[in-house]
C-alpha cells in the first residue's frame, strides 16, 4: 500500500486529490495539510511513501517543504511530488533543486497524477511532459550544480553506472533498466545508490538533470 500526504491550501483542490487518491486500491491517504508547516508536522509524524505539495502555501511554501524533507539532512527522508497550477520556471526549478522527485500541473489528467503517485513511490522521479525539454532547457543553460567538464561522468562514474545514467535519462524505469541490461532489478537500484552521491544529487531526477547539465546527453531540438 503507498501512503500518502496530501497538502494544499485549497479547500477544494485538497479534497479532490485526496479523493482521486483514495479511490486506488493501493493508495492511502495517511495526513491531509492546509499550509506548508503543518505539512511538515504530518510527514514527519506519518512518514508517508509520498508527499504531494503545493508550490504557494501560507507559513512555508511547497518548496522550503520538499527541501525539508528531501534534502541531505532530513530524517526521515520523503519523496516528493509537487502538484501545481502553476508552471513559471522558478517554480520548476525550485522544486527540482529542493529535490523533488516528480513535478505536475494541477490541470493533468486524474490518471496521470495518479501514475506519477506510484512513480514516485517506487523511486521514479517524473515531472510533466508538456514542460520537460523546456525546462531541461532552461535549467541546462540557467543552473548549474556543477560545472560543465567535458568527460566528468567518466571521471566519476563506472562505465556500468554510466550506462544506467543514459538509460535513465531516456526516461526508462528501474524495471526497464535492467531488461535492457539483463540484470536484476536490484543490482540497478544498487548501482543508482551508489551513483547519486558521485554526481552530487539526491534524486533520479536531479540526476537526468545532471545528465543535461555535464553534456552527457543532450536536449533535443525543437522542431
Not at 506519518?46 to 517543504?65: F, K, N, Q, S, Y
Not at 520556471?89 to 489528467?109: H, I, P, R, T, W
Not at 539526491?202 to 555535464?214: C, D, E, I, P
Request: net charge negative; hydrophobic share 45%.
Amino acid at each position: 500500500m503507498i501512503r500518502v500526504l496530501v497538502a494544499d491550501d485549497q479547500p477544494l483542490v485538497r479534497a479532490g486529490i485526496s479523493s482521486l487518491l483514495g479511490a486506488e486500491p493501493d493508495i492511502t491517504v495517511v495526513g491531509v495539510a492546509a499550509d506548508g508547516g503543518q505539512a511538515l508536522e504530518l510527514a514527519r509524524s506519518t512518514v508517508p511513501d509520498v508527499a504531494c505539495l503545493d508550490i504557494r502555501m501560507p507559513v512555508l511554501d511547497g518548496i522550503e517543504v520538499a527541501r525539508a524533507l528531501c534534502g541531505p539532512d532530513a530524517d526521515p527522508q520523503v519523496p516528493v511530488l509537487v502538484l501545481t497550477t502553476f508552471d513559471l520556471d522558478d517554480y520548476v526549478f525550485g522544486a527540482l533543486e529542493a529535490g523533488a522527485s516528480g513535478f505536475l500541473l494541477k490541470d493533468a489528467e486524474p490518471d496521470t497524477i495518479v501514475s506519477a503517485v506510484r512513480q514516485v513511490a517506487a523511486g521514479n522521479g517524473t515531472i510533466d511532459q508538456a514542460l520537460t525539454r523546456r525546462v531541461l532547457r532552461e535549467f541546462v543553460t540557467r543552473r548549474r550544480l556543477h560545472p560543465v567538464r567535458p568527460g566528468q561522468d567518466s571521471d566519476l562514474l563506472t562505465p556500468r553506472e554510466r550506462d544506467v545514467l543514459l538509460l535513465l535519462a531516456q526516461g526508462m524505469s528501474n524495471e526497464d533498466i535492467a531488461a535492457e541490461l539483463v540484470v536484476e532489478v536490484t543490482t540497478v537500484k544498487s548501482h543508482l545508490a551508489r551513483m547519486l552521491p558521485k554526481l552530487g544529487v539526491r534524486s533520479r531526477l536531479q540526476a537526468v538533470v545532471w545528465a543535461y547539465q555535464n553534456r552527457v546527453v543532450t536536449v533535443p531540438d525543437e522542431p
